[in-house]
């Protein structure tokens, strides 16, 4: 597991001035936190995933962790730092559990210098272990990884067979008959020779149809006959896609369960397109008894996602159809990301860890240089504003091509932001397969600006953008009088501009209509940002020319008023008994 994709990391100070570098450290690294330095408190956070950071002498995290070394594929990464910050030892699980990425890391933050060891980095060559996380691909068998790499080391080269397109490091070659090669790429049952080894892509996904009360224990058997007879591995299947209906059933759970296999649910209707789209045959029974054209095999081409071809057409069980399709390349990830305001103590660990784990970072060029700090050694795609569906398609594209990606939005990308967009894309071009999608919440500017000015929404409140771009002004106003005629606190986003000048004129008279001028106003400009500014003011009086795009406006309501430098909208508990 790549440093950047550790899922927590613990730093152990062995002294007080430890525990300041340990502190400096912990306040730069997402997800992190100091914990004592003792045997207990390390083994409970001993497990693959997590980085372990010794700020120590190495031979204190020798002799603690030597008797809890496991395997490498199961070891967490261990990193050393001497107490003056001035080497970070990459002391266990450097490629698989990510400590020479971490150590690396740790180095540029300190600044110091990083020791490496691992023999593939001395070398410059492509780590192997490395390369099968990236891809995705599964080694095998595993007994023979270990003298295959001493070989793969010592030639100082590798010679590759691929049946199936996984990228390759450069200095690899790729040979055209498997006889001549030491690493086979393909998801076939193979007969290897003693010295060869087998990447297995998981690139293969499963479509099922089946009765009514099908046991798990059927349709696994279908499952390993079906892959038996065309000699494909199991170990390649990374998900299965049915009949929306038909997910929901607890045989099918249960396999899913037992094989760690996603779930792809589709409607009749996204199954009988894709028969159309793909000139699948129509089974009569299929449409007769759940209202599609077929099951098995457009659910499998779902699944699998765009390009996907059909590898092995239905085969059929008394109880159980299955079919299986090979994926166009490597899945890859989708992070919609919230940062917030932009200030590093605002923005969520979720957020920071999702920056860290991408490979490819889109968004617009301002938000994006709020967190350059997370963005070292990354892919960047930056657009000014305006290009919001550039933005979400370039981060699909990527993500369709195997890349882990972060599309960054400021303040909640579910909140006038990002992740609306790209779902909608998703919707619009029917693509419900490989590509993994995680919103990650943020601050919005409603929580960010009413935190600076108190509690004006402890009740009831309203979010209204004032921006005509892709809102008639009709439909704005509609909202501004329904929101002000019911009391509501209204939260008015981009409230002004050089282009919209007259915008918030235009709310505050509507508004004016509903409530009195001396209603509380609070106006909070650039929050969380160099010259962030806080200004109460009142309806009647509100200072037009302080406000630009940067400008949250919260109105109050007949309720909310000022105690000195807070604005409050009373929630009713004054008074209440419990």
């Not at 062995?14 to 450290?25: N, P, S, V």
């Not at 914990?35 to 002498?57: D, H, I, Q, T, Y």
């Not at 780590?127 to 023979?144: S, V």
Request: hydrophobic share 45%; aromatic share 6%.
């Amino acid at each position: 597991m790549p440093g950047d994709r550790l899922q927590k990391i613990v730093l152990f100070p062995a002294t007080a001035r430890g525990h300041e570098l340990a502190a400096r450290l912990s306040a730069r690294l997402p997800s992190s936190e100091i914990r004592p330095l003792s045997r207990g408190e390390v083994s409970s956070f001993w497990e693959k995933g997590n980085g372990l950071v010794f700020v120590s002498a190495c031979g204190i995290a020798v002799r603690i962790v030597a008797p809890l070394l496991r395997h490498k594929q199961e070891d967490p990464a261990v990193v050393v730092v001497d107490e003056t910050g001035r080497w970070v030892i990459s002391l266990l699980s450097g490629h698989l559990g990510g400590a020479n990425a971490l150590a690396r890391k740790i180095a540029r933050l300190l600044p110091a210098e990083p020791v490496i060891t691992t023999a593939s980095d001395l070398y410059h060559l492509p780590a192997l272990d490395l390369w099968a996380e990236e891809t995705g691909a599964i080694l095998l068998p595993p007994e023979r990884i270990p003298a295959f790499t001493a070989r793969y080391l010592s030639r100082g080269g590798l010679r590759v067979f691929r049946e199936y397109p996984l990228p390759l490091p450069a200095v690899w070659e790729e040979v055209s008959e498997p006889e001549k090669a030491d690493l086979i790429v393909s998801y076939r049952q193979r007969d290897l020779s003693s010295s060869q080894l087998l990447a297995v892509p998981r690139v293969l996904y499963l479509g099922l149809g089946f009765n009514r009360g099908t046991s798990a224990e059927a349709i696994e058997k279908a499952v390993r006959e079906t892959l038996s007879r065309n000699r494909l591995l199991s170990q390649a299947l990374r998900g299965v896609g049915t009949l929306e209906a038909k997910a929901r059933e607890e045989g099918f759970l249960a396999f899913c369960r037992k094989t760690r296999l996603s779930i792809f649910p589709f409607s009749p209707e996204e199954l009988s397109r894709r028969v159309k789209e793909a000139g699948l045959s129509i089974s009569r029974a299929a449409r007769q008894a759940v209202g599609a054209f077929a099951v098995a095999e457009p659910a499998a081409l779902l699944a699998a996602g765009p390009g996907a071809r059909l590898l092995v057409p239905k085969e059929k069980t008394p109880e159980v159809t299955v079919a299986v399709a090979e994926a166009r390349q490597s899945p890859g990830k989708l992070f919609l990301v919230g940062i917030g305001t932009g200030d590093p103590g605002e923005m969520t660990p979720a957020a920071r860890r999702a920056l860290c784990e991408a490979t490819h970072v889109v968004g617009y060029g301002k938000y994006l240089e709020l967190v350059e700090d997370l963005l070292a050694e990354k892919e960047i795609y930056s657009t000014g504003m305006t290009r919001e569906v550039d933005r979400a398609e370039r981060a699909l594209e990527l993500a369709l091509s195997g890349h882990r990606v972060a599309l960054v939005s400021g303040g909640d990308p579910g909140i006038y932001g990002l992740a609306g967009l790209v779902l909608e894309l998703l919707s619009e071009k029917g693509l419900s397969g490989p590509v993994e999608i995680e919103v990650i919440p943020g601050l919005s500017a409603a929580n960010a600006c009413a935190a600076r000015l108190g509690a004006p929404l402890m009740h009831d409140f309203a979010v209204v953008s004032l921006s005509d771009r892709l809102t008639p002004w009709e439909t704005i106003e509609a909202r501004l009088r329904a929101a002000a005629e019911a009391d509501f606190v209204i939260v008015l986003y981009n409230p002004r501009s050089r282009s919209r000048p007259e915008h918030l004129s235009r709310a505050r008279r509507i508004l004016l209509e509903y409530r009195s001028p001396e209603t509380p106003v609070g106006i909070v400009k650039a929050a969380g940002r160099d010259g962030e500014t806080v200004l109460l003011s009142t309806l009647g009086s509100l200072p037009e020319e302080k406000v630009d795009m940067q400008t949250t406006v919260i109105v109050g309501n007949s309720r909310t008023f000022f105690f000195g430098p807070w604005m409050i909208t009373p929630r009713g508990y004054r008074g209440r008994r419990f």
